[in-house]
């Protein structure tokens, strides 16, 4: 498994923008699948969104219209791209990939992530 550094969060108003981005160690043309997760206080970890080598992607119904995930095979880095951000989009984000091409069997070994507040 891939060990991947997440950065990017950060406090932002409702309403607001931020991206977040996914660095791999080695080169991620060859890994079919990977993306994002996210964990709030209190609940289980849910996936947010995934992409696959093709440009296919998928996300969870929460994020839909507002969040956009992307991949740059040249920089090995897979970004997600937030806007009109919700409080209830507070969360820890986590990067991985995982062993279906959607996203819903990730590998068991995660990150640090990065912190996601969003509050006036």
């Known amino acids: 498994q891939v060990q991947l550094a997440e950065s990017g969060g950060g406090l932002v108003q409702p309403g607001g923008s931020l991206t977040l981005s996914c660095a791999a160690p080695i080169s991620i043309s060859s890994i079919y699948a990977m993306g994002w997760y996210r964990q709030a206080p209190g609940k289980q970890r849910e996936l947010v969104a995934f992409i696959r080598t093709g440009g296919n992607t998928n996300y969870a119904d929460s994020v839909k219209g507002r969040f956009t995930i992307s991949r740059d095979n040249a920089k090995n880095t897979v970004y997600l791209q937030m806007n009109s951000l919700r409080p209830e989009d507070t969360a820890v984000y986590y990067c991985?990939?995982?062993?279906?091409?959607?996203?819903?069997?990730?590998?068991?070994?995660w990150g640090q992530g990065t912190q996601v507040t969003v509050s006036s």
């Open positions: 991985n990939t995982a062993r279906d091409g959607l996203g819903n069997d990730p590998y068991p070994n």
